[in-house]
């Protein structure tokens, strides 16, 4: 499909890099109707309540406690386990993660990631715990999971605490088990963006009944009762209108999930052979997220260099990601931390200098990743 420029030459509509899975609008009426009938608009409704019913079924996750989003969810999980001076956590995340931590009063202390996977690498978490040190922030990426194991192993030998941020990761599993179970806490964050969504929205998920009390008092002023008021909570409720759009979208990801498998199919089979160009593995239905598909871009032969290749394809009117660039170490807040100096995160700052994130999503059309497939290639001098 194509539509006129201003000179009168024919522009290929844009193709974004996501685009957000919505229900019919009468599947969403049907939920409004109900909540029109009870006149209940947030304060845990009961489209709250069986939210947090079907996504602990559908996560497998014993407790989960939905909020307001995915940022407010870190900030509770940190105040929930009393967390205290330094966290250890990774420089590859979106600015959401460390956000949370300093508006929570947490001093972030970055370690390298895994050169693979891009997650928070457990040998240098091990190097960096010091007298200070209440806990780890480990980042889910892509849907890659951390080392949970060893990331477990390090947290009980030195008495650590340990967050998974899981925006990434929503129905990701590890060993048969969901990701949630690993950890104290896991954040969800159900943005419009993410495989899983609430027009805006995050929850918390925890196997530990009293974390999840904590929490859910945390989300509302710190209430405990009508009379008690035993600590200091914020505004973080999520309304019914976003738990009724979450009702309405949760049946619809298993599907958008195979959809976008294919697309991912067919990014690898056709970049596998082009030169500088790394593509992910092929995931599992049953354990794989699938919220993005990113390449790693290196300047070889004829592929340009990842920056170049995202301008070439954003002149197609292709619009990909460099998903994360800048890395939060490197950005104004952080980048006179100690632990932000470049030359201790050689592999976070690869990565976010290679990586490029494609669209993907189940809308997308044949025709559509024909497109960008056909985009990428020229790109790199390839005849499609």
Same mark, same amino acid.
């Given at each position: 499909?194509?539509?006129?420029?201003?000179?009168?030459? #024919?522009v290929?509509?844009?193709?974004?890099?996501?685009?957000?899975?919505?229900?019919?609008?009468?599947?969403?009426k049907?939920?409004l109707? =109900?909540?029109?009938? /009870?006149?209940?608009?947030?304060?845990?409704?009961?489209?709250?309540?069986?939210?947090?019913?079907?996504?602990s079924?559908?996560?497998?996750?014993?407790?989960?406690?939905?909020? @307001?989003n995915?940022?407010i969810?870190?900030?509770?999980?940190?105040?929930?386990?009393?967390?205290?001076? =330094?966290?250890?956590?990774?420089?590859?995340?979106?600015?959401?993660?460390?956000?949370?931590? #300093?508006?929570?009063?947490?001093?972030?202390?970055?370690?390298?990631?895994?050169p693979?996977?891009?997650?928070?690498?457990?040998?240098?978490?091990?190097?960096?715990?010091?007298?200070?040190?209440?806990?780890?922030?480990?980042?889910?990426?892509?849907?890659?999971?951390?080392?949970?194991?060893?990331?477990?192993?390090?947290?009980?030998?030195?008495?650590?605490?340990?967050?998974?941020? #899981?925006?990434?990761? &929503?129905?990701?599993?590890?060993?048969?088990? @969901?990701?949630?179970?690993?950890?104290?806490?896991?954040?969800?964050?159900?943005?419009?963006?993410?495989?899983?969504?609430?027009?805006?929205?995050?929850?918390?998920?925890?196997?530990?009944?009293?974390?999840?009390?904590?929490?859910?008092?945390?989300?509302?002023?710190?209430? #405990?009762?009508?009379e008690?008021?035993?600590? /200091?909570?914020?505004?973080?409720?999520?309304?019914e209108?976003?738990?009724?759009?979450?009702? *309405?979208?949760?049946?619809?990801?298993? =599907? =958008?999930?195979?959809?976008?498998?294919?697309?991912?199919?067919?990014?690898?089979?056709? &970049?596998?052979?082009?030169?500088?160009?790394?593509?992910?593995?092929?995931?599992?239905?049953r354990?794989?997220? &699938?919220?993005?598909?990113?390449?790693?871009?290196?300047?070889? *032969?004829?592929?340009?260099?990842?920056d170049?290749?995202?301008?070439?394809?954003?002149?197609?009117?292709? &619009?990909?990601?460099?998903?994360?660039?800048?890395?939060?170490?490197?950005?104004?807040?952080?980048?006179?931390?100690?632990?932000?100096?470049?030359?201790?995160?050689?592999?976070?700052?690869? *990565?976010?200098n290679?990586?490029?994130?494609?669209?993907?999503y189940?809308?997308?059309?044949?025709?559509?990743?024909?497109?960008?497939?056909t985009?990428?290639?020229?790109?790199?001098?390839?005849?499609?």
């Amino acid at each position: 499909m194509t539509n006129s420029s201003i000179d009168g030459s #024919a522009v290929s509509e844009p193709i974004y890099v996501s685009s957000p899975l919505l229900p019919s609008i009468d599947a969403y009426k049907d939920h409004l109707s =109900e909540i029109w009938a /009870t006149k209940q608009l947030t304060n845990g409704g009961k489209k709250s309540i069986c939210l947090e019913d079907e996504l602990s079924r559908y996560l497998g996750a014993q407790n989960v406690a939905v909020l @307001s989003n995915g940022t407010i969810a870190l900030m509770v999980a940190c105040h929930a386990l009393k967390l205290t001076g =330094e966290v250890i956590t990774t420089p590859f995340t979106f600015i959401a993660t460390i956000h949370a931590l #300093a508006w929570c009063g947490l001093k972030p202390v970055f370690v390298d990631i895994d050169p693979v996977t891009m997650t928070i690498s457990p040998q240098q978490i091990e190097a960096a715990i010091t007298p200070a040190t209440s806990a780890i922030l480990g980042v889910h990426v892509y849907g890659n999971r951390c080392a949970v194991d060893e990331i477990g192993e390090i947290a009980t030998r030195h008495k650590l605490k340990v967050i998974y941020d #899981a925006a990434h990761a &929503f129905g990701t599993r590890h060993r048969g088990r @969901s990701i949630a179970d690993y950890g104290d806490m896991s954040t969800y964050s159900f943005h419009a963006t993410k495989l899983f969504h609430s027009g805006e929205g995050g929850a918390v998920a925890t196997r530990h009944k009293e974390l999840d009390a904590e929490a859910r008092s945390l989300r509302n002023f710190g209430i #405990a009762s009508e009379e008690r008021i035993p600590g /200091t909570g914020i505004n973080a409720k999520l309304s019914e209108l976003q738990a009724a759009m979450g009702l *309405a979208v949760l049946p619809l990801v298993d =599907e =958008e999930k195979a959809q976008r498998r294919r697309v991912c199919q067919r990014y690898n089979e056709a &970049f596998k052979a082009v030169p500088g160009i790394t593509t992910p593995p092929l995931g599992d239905l049953r354990d794989d997220s &699938f919220q993005y598909y990113c390449l790693r871009v290196k300047a070889v *032969a004829d592929t340009p260099a990842r920056d170049d290749l995202y301008q070439r394809l954003k002149a197609k009117n292709v &619009f990909s990601r460099r998903y994360f660039w800048p890395l939060c170490s490197d950005t104004e807040e952080y980048k006179d931390l100690e632990s932000a100096d470049p030359a201790r995160l050689p592999n976070a700052q690869t *990565a976010a200098n290679e990586v490029l994130c494609l669209p993907l999503y189940g809308a997308l059309t044949d025709e559509d990743v024909s497109r960008i497939i056909t985009g990428l290639h020229e790109a790199c001098g390839i005849a499609s």
